[in-house]
């Protein structure tokens, strides 16, 4: 299939079939594809000839930025964070924040959970459990720690208490880590939520232990499960917190690495790269800042919608027992869990057919994956819960 343009909550192939995005550039597009806003604001700059690319040098757009994101994202929270650029892609800010914290502590292990992704370079492969991804690497993935995330083996196996264990015993061969780096809900791993006790419980440990918390926000961040930071309803502060993908708004390529101010170690050129400072993005990025973040309504909206999922896809769940293990989710980001993950893909090739574009995702692609943009209408949200609907039972009737 060829694409050839975008608004909203919608594709267009070359022939002119529309397709309801329910995947938004795995989420990368919580704002849908090309807002009219936002592409104001981007087609304004070019036409006046913005600066495109400027390294790490000052410029109108990337000042714009930071104080739209001053005054409208960490202000109202009191996050007294520093602001780094590390790169354009969500791995380089995992990376800038693995290096940061060993840099910091001086300690070199850090703890990462089953089921974790953290993107596709070395050191973020490392924290990544996935054995198929880690494969890639060619080379051992050391310097990792790994213990069970929330629910691991039916809930039976409590990660925090094993590690709270082993390094409390001087014998268990274990050293005190540089940092703890965690995702509040899962993604690529399934759509596996953590609770808001035990991302509480992980943080004060943290805490207690002289650890460093490292929250990689890059899919669950910007929104996507109600609060413009995922860890919100947890009530926590991380040390550390990565963000990519949505940040831009447009789907244009940005990251940021935010971390608390005492942690800012480094030296004049110490973590750099050619492209940081993508002024379009900047642009895109503060016009979604005003556009969506001056109040609560779009963080409620979602909030709400959660609860339509929910039920929705519980009821399918229910429907379909036999076939379905869970459904799971938060905000706008749900998963159906099948028992016999061929399902899974079938469903999503049943999905496609009718015009709907889902993922996959989970250990075996098990999980139907929907992450539908935050500004879709009710009636789109509606129709592509009404086609997911159609293809589960295309897909479980053979």
């Excluded at 650890?211 to 991380?238: H, N, V, W």
């Amino acid at each position: 299939m060829v694409f050839d343009r975008a608004r909203g909550s919608r594709m267009f192939d070359r022939d002119g079939r529309a397709y309801l995005d329910f995947f938004a550039g795995a989420s990368a597009l919580n704002y849908g594809h090309n807002h009219p806003a936002l592409k104001r604001a981007l087609l304004s700059y070019l036409e006046q000839d913005g600066v495109a690319h400027s390294l790490d040098m000052l410029t109108v757009a990337k000042e714009d930025f930071l104080t739209e994101f001053a005054a409208r994202v960490l202000g109202p929270r009191g996050l007294d964070y520093r602001v780094q650029f590390p790169g354009p892609t969500g791995t380089n800010s995992v990376e800038a924040a693995l290096k940061l914290a060993r840099k910091v502590t001086g300690r070199q292990t850090i703890v990462a959970f089953t089921g974790a992704f953290h993107g596709m370079s070395l050191g973020s492969l490392a924290v990544t459990g996935n054995a198929a991804k880690r494969a890639g690497a060619g080379i051992p993935l050391g310097h990792t720690l790994r213990i069970p995330y929330d629910g691991f083996s039916g809930g039976q196996v409590s990660g925090l208490k094993l590690l709270d264990s082993m390094l409390a015993d001087s014998s268990s061969g274990v050293d005190l880590p540089a940092a703890v780096i965690v995702e509040t809900v899962q993604g690529e791993g399934g759509v596996n939520p953590a609770g808001a006790i035990w991302l509480a419980d992980l943080a004060e440990l943290c805490s207690r232990r002289d650890i460093l918390l490292i929250i990689d926000d890059i899919q669950m961040g910007c929104g996507r499960t109600g609060p413009f930071f995922s860890f919100e309803a947890a009530g926590i502060t991380p040390d550390i917190v990565c963000l990519s993908k949505s940040i831009s708004g447009y789907g244009l390529p940005m990251s940021l690495t935010l971390f608390r101010t005492e942690l800012d170690v480094w030296q004049p050129g110490e973590h750099n790269g050619t492209f940081r400072g993508n002024n379009p993005a900047f642009v895109t990025a503060a016009a979604a800042l005003r556009e969506f973040w001056a109040d609560s309504t779009l963080e409620k909206q979602t909030e709400e919608r959660s609860v339509l999922f929910e039920e929705r896809l519980g009821e399918l769940a229910d429907r379909h027992a036999e076939h379905v293990a869970a459904s799971r989710g938060r905000g706008l980001v749900w998963g159906l869990d099948f028992r016999e993950p061929h399902l899974a893909r079938r469903v999503a090739d049943a999905a496609f057919a009718r015009g709907l574009l889902v993922e996959t995702s989970g250990s075996c692609d098990e999980v139907v994956k929907l992450m539908p943009s935050l500004t879709s209408t009710d009636e789109e949200l509606a129709e592509g819960l009404g086609i997911l609907r159609d293809s589960v039972a295309s897909a479980v009737g053979g």
